[in-house]
């Protein structure tokens, strides 16, 4: 748990850390963990309402207009409309700025209290979206939710990732992002049956968000907060107390040492993002703030869980039949995620990411092959074709479950030092968020006018990454956060830099 600037005896006595699993802890991540479900049911919500048939009557005449037009037509260009594509990817332009003004709030009151402000955020956006009567509202509600997510993934991430013992942090961590996978799995049932309902289903997708929004405020009433960030803030007989409930033991001598000497080096930082440029936290820049949440959405994985109804429904098939899809391919991100989290602290990260870039180039490329040879020419995709499709897109979904989506949280939420984590954190959700809201605003009409170039142009992307973590990340499984820069020191390509500003 304790964080990261190693020097002197910090980082040595990782060894001597004892405790158990507790109830009190796994407590402590359930609710914690909650803020992936706000995140996670807008992914799966946005794209079925956008969908709806009552939702476009109402909001985007012109798009439903054309989208009877071409009822029985597959057509790339169906839901081309950059105002429709704006009701989605203005909560994370929205998320984009709000994570600034997050991370003062999470590093000088805490995780838990970020948590809270989070929650009643996106509470509020949901209650205005549910009863939107114009398109300014409904922007007005995802700016709202927005700012919710924005304070939820900067301080969740960080939460699970100190709160947890180091041999299992990247199961606890990956709460985050099984979490997540529910709300969107949850989020395409109710689209399923809310599309039924006219003319007013859509209300009750987009308002029943004020649900999980309630259960993680109530639970961040009861939730303790972090040992690091009680330490960070000078309340050290708290912070010893919670350790120990959360350890389950009195011996916490050594740990509660190692976060008492992370947390002096970094009072010492008093600006914390401008140290984030420093050769030393170069590698944390690179990797963790930079290229990892970048390379996160150009997966084109987003683009999927947007408008996976969206796609299905341009493929030939119904509403109804386009949302049940969508409720198989959110499944397999709930597998991918159960998966990663049972291995990834035995397997390693770095298995993870690489042999999922594999099987998500051969999807993409399949995916890719499909829709050039036989779809965009007036005629319904063959039965068999459109199986083989929806295979390769769940199998591109189940490897993004167990790689790029956990890990894309993991790795730099564990290997930040103490003295810029939250400051890294901002940046990361910063980047996230900017490329989640360019890819959403863009992607369908890159479908339209690239066509099936574009799954080669995602294929393309994620070779790219592949080669990045290959090059770059070393393993950081069953390592100390407070240990974590000793690995770029022994670096091949990461020692040389670091060794120019030395901690």
Request: hydrophobic share 50%; charged share 15%.
């Amino acid at each position: 748990m304790a964080g990261g600037f190693v020097g002197g005896e910090l980082g040595r006595r990782a060894e001597l850390y004892e405790g158990r699993i507790t109830g009190y802890f796994i407590l402590a991540c359930v609710v914690g963990s909650l803020g992936g479900s706000l995140f996670g049911y807008d992914l799966g919500v946005s794209g079925g309402v956008t969908s709806m048939d009552d939702f476009l009557k109402e909001f985007f005449p012109r798009v439903y207009r054309r989208k009877q037009a071409h009822l029985h037509e597959t057509d790339y260009c169906k839901y081309d409309n950059q105002v429709l594509t704006l009701f989605t990817s203005a909560l994370y332009f929205a998320a984009l700025v709000s994570t600034f003004g997050a991370s003062p709030v999470t590093r000088k009151y805490g995780r838990r209290i970020s948590i809270m402000c989070g929650s009643v955020s996106f509470f509020l956006g949901g209650a205005i979206n549910a009863g939107a009567v114009n398109i300014f509202m409904l922007i007005v509600g995802r700016i709202l939710l927005g700012i919710g997510i924005g304070f939820g993934n900067q301080a969740v991430p960080l939460y699970l990732s100190e709160i947890a013992p180091p041999k299992i942090r990247g199961a606890v961590n990956q709460l985050f992002q099984l979490t997540t996978c529910l709300g969107i799995l949850v989020a395409d049932i109710i689209n399923y049956f809310t599309e039924k309902l006219h003319p007013w289903g859509w209300r009750l997708s987009l308002g029943l968000a004020t649900v999980p929004a309630t259960l993680m405020f109530v639970g961040g009433v009861f939730l303790p907060e972090t040992p690091n960030s009680l330490v960070e803030q000078g309340k050290l007989d708290e912070a010893r107390l919670i350790l120990e409930k959360v350890r389950g033991t009195k011996q916490v001598d050594a740990e509660f040492e190692d976060l008492k000497e992370a947390s002096q080096a970094a009072r010492a930082v008093k600006h914390p993002f401008r140290n984030l440029l420093e050769p030393r936290n170069r590698p944390q820049l690179v990797i963790g703030a930079l290229g990892i949440p970048a390379f996160q959405q150009l997966s084109g994985m987003n683009s999927i869980l947007f408008y996976s109804p969206v796609i299905f429904q341009s493929l030939g098939m119904g509403s109804g039949a386009s949302l049940y899809s969508s409720i198989i391919t959110s499944s397999m991100l709930v597998i991918g995620a159960l998966v990663s989290m049972s291995v990834v602290d035995r397997m390693g990260r770095r298995f993870l990411f690489i042999e999922a870039g594999i099987q998500m180039i051969t999807s993409m490329v399949i995916v890719a092959i499909i829709l050039a040879l036989k779809f965009g020419h007036g005629v319904m995709l063959p039965k068999g074709l459109a199986v083989i499709l929806v295979i390769a897109i769940c199998a591109f979904v189940v490897a993004y479950g167990w790689s790029w989506g956990p890990l894309g949280w993991l790795v730099p939420s564990e290997i930040f030092p103490l003295e810029t984590r939250s400051a890294g954190q901002s940046v990361v959700v910063c980047v996230n968020m900017f490329f989640t809201a360019a890819i959403a605003q863009c992607f369908l009409a890159m479908l339209c006018h690239m066509r099936w170039g574009v799954f080669i142009l995602f294929a393309g992307l994620i070779v790219i990454m592949s080669s990045f973590v290959i090059l770059l990340l070393p393993e950081t499984k069953q390592v100390p956060i407070e240990e974590m820069s000793r690995l770029w020191e022994k670096h091949w390509f990461w020692k040389s830099i670091v060794a120019r500003n030395p901690a």
